[in-house]
């Protein structure tokens, strides 16, 4: 056990782990951000997908005690006061959704590609979710939505 | 995953030290490779010293003709960086087409090759370039470096430090992508050095990276997509799995080689 201190959604935050905690499971269990949902064993799917330090990453694939003093944020912090994020509204503008499980992923991956990316093309949407994996929608509404997202994103 | 300690190291003499008295301790890097073992009960260290924020393991550096890159550099740092597309673009190329980004944002370079996976890629690039593993004890040679499946050189304890890639002519790398992982089917690197022509193959051997002899024979001559489509791999030494069988993998790293090939023969 070891005590685990970072900031999530600008929020520090301490609690007590195993090391063997995967930071997925300390956003869900201790800090009880069960936006943050967890599709596979095997690192594929990106349902998982935060921002650490700015990066997106699998958060089932990272030791939480690796994210040490770390900037986490999670789907709860996208929104800023009360407004949605672009990729949040574009998703919804978009029906880029149909249950919703790979949603919170989606978005944290879109987020971080239309940065990368302000205005991407076809081709960089595709390659950039490569990492995160539908099993409803057939992908067509979603990189119609991360095409939405970089609109929404300049307009702000 | 079974139970271990985390530790984070504090410098790499630190690193070396405590993996050197705990022979069930491993190095972690991105943990892209380590984790899902890990969690797949695959493996059962005593220990995980992370390496990842070490300075010593950091850093891009291009001078005197040699590209070198630190262990702890991750994918997404090598595809990006401006020196690394200027020296060596077909090496930026490889690291941008690694896995899915998300994967590039943690996994490493040092973590990559020391795990030597047959369907890996960076392994062709360190292969073809002839590069340098430059490791806490000493520097071992490409050639010297991969020894089959998930084999290397480096002995308990012994960590890499960073590589250095002797500059070439020119490079290329062509790769047929798994649809899922993004790992290599068959991907081919070809090398144009002052000193010579060397292919390495990856996704496809069955004891993992290897140098494909006759296709440097035939390009050395002259490099052309035609001298490729001559050849015929034989099957004998190929991988077989789920995915393919050998005969169409051997024919893979064909088609892979001809693109590369043509690639080069463009860039001239
Ligand atoms: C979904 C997915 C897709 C992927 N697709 C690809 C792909 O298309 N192509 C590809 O090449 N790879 C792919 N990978 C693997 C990825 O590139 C890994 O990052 C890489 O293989 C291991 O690097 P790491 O830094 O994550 O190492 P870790 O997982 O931290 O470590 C791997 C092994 O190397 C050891 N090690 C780490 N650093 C050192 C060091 N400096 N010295 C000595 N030993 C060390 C560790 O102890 C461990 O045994 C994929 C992985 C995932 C999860
Ligand atoms: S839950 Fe993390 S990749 Fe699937
Ligand atoms: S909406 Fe159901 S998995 Fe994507």
Same mark, same amino acid.
Request: hydrophobic share 25%.
């Given at each position: 056990m070891a005590k685990i201190t970072l900031k999530v959604n600008g929020e520090q935050h301490s609690a007590e782990a195993e090391d063997r905690t995967l930071l997925a499971n300390f956003l869900r !269990?201790?800090?009880?951000?069960? $936006?943050?949902?967890? $599709? =596979? !064993?095997?690192?594929? =799917? $990106?349902? =998982?997908t935060v921002h650490v330090d700015g990066r997106a990453v699998k958060s089932c694939t990272m030791l939480a005690a690796q994210a040490e003093g770390c900037e986490v944020v999670t789907i709860e912090g996208l929104a800023k006061n009360g407004k949605l994020h672009p990729a949040q509204a574009a998703f919804t503008e978009c029906h880029a959704l149909q249950c919703g499980f790979c949603t919170p992923g989606m978005i944290m991956t879109t987020a971080a590609l239309i940065k990368e990316h302000p205005a991407p093309t076809d081709e960089q949407i595709v390659h950039g979710l490569e990492g995160n994996l539908c099993r409803c929608t057939g992908y067509l509404n979603i990189v119609k939505a991360v095409k939405r997202a970089a609109e929404l994103q300049k307009a702000k | 995953m079974y139970a271990f300690q985390y530790r984070r190291a504090k410098s790499l003499s630190e690193a070396a030290e405590v993996l050197a008295k705990d022979e069930d301790a491993r190095p972690l890097s991105g943990g892209m490779t380590l984790i899902p073992t890990l969690k797949q009960r695959l493996a059962q260290p005593t220990q995980l010293v992370d390496i990842a924020g070490l300075p010593e393991l950091g850093g891009i550096d291009c001078r005197n003709g040699v590209l070198t890159i630190g262990a702890a550099t991750r994918h997404a740092d090598v595809a990006a960086s401006k020196v690394v597309q200027d020296a060596i673009p077909a090496l930026a190329c490889l690291a941008a087409g690694i896995g899915d980004p998300q994967v590039r944002n943690r996994g490493t370079l040092g973590g990559s090759v020391a795990n030597n996976?047959? /369907? /890996?890629?960076y392994p062709a690039a360190v292969l073809a370039l002839n590069a340098k593993v430059v490791t806490t004890k000493r520097e071992i040679a490409a050639d010297d470096f991969f020894q089959g499946m998930f084999t290397t050189a480096l002995e308990p304890g012994e960590l890499i430090v960073k590589i250095a890639f002797p500059l070439p002519k020119a490079a290329a790398y062509c790769k047929f992508p798994h649809p899922a992982s993004g790992y290599a089917m068959a991907g081919v690197f070809i090398a144009q050095a002052g000193d010579g022509l060397r292919v390495a193959v990856t996704g496809a051997g069955a004891s993992g990276v290897f140098r494909w002899a006759e296709a440097e024979q035939a390009l050395a001559k002259g490099i052309s997509a035609a001298a490729i489509e001559k050849l015929t791999l034989a099957a004998d030494d190929i991988n077989e799995d789920i995915h393919g069988t050998r005969e169409y993998r051997a024919q893979l790293v064909k088609v892979m080689a001809t693109r590369a090939a043509a690639a080069l023969s463009g860039k001239k």
């Open positions: !269990d201790e800090l009880k951000l069960t $936006g943050t949902h967890i $599709g =596979c !064993d095997t690192s594929q =799917c $990106g349902a =998982c | 996976d047959p /369907a /890996a890629d």
